[in-house]
């Protein structure tokens, strides 16, 4: 599980209508990370806390 995937998967999100579309059409959290994995994305819930962290620094973004 990498923080890269998460950051990957984070930038598709933003990109991606679809993907978007099919990632919240998910019945529920298994079903969300079942897809996720299907689609080439591994990452911890910490990784994605991590990724977003590197993201909010790219562009200078304070957390909320």
């Known amino acids: 599980m990498t923080v ?3 950051k990957a998967y ?3 999100m933003r990109e ?3 993907f978007r579309q099919t990632v919240n059409a998910c019945d529920d959290e298994d079903a969300n990370w079942a897809f996720l994995r299907q ?3 591994a990452f ?4 994605f ?3 977003q962290a590197e ?4 562009y ?3 957390p909320l």
Do not use: C, H, V
Request: hydrophobic share 30%; glycine share 8%.
């Open 4 to 6: 890269a995937s998460a």
């Open 10 to 12: 984070i930038y598709r």
């Open 16 to 18: 991606d209508e679809t």
């Open 39 to 41: 689609n080439g994305y």
């Open 44 to 47: 911890s819930l910490q990784d």
């Open 49 to 51: 806390k991590a990724a």
């Open 55 to 58: 993201i909010y620094d790219e």
């Open 60 to 62: 200078g973004i304070t």
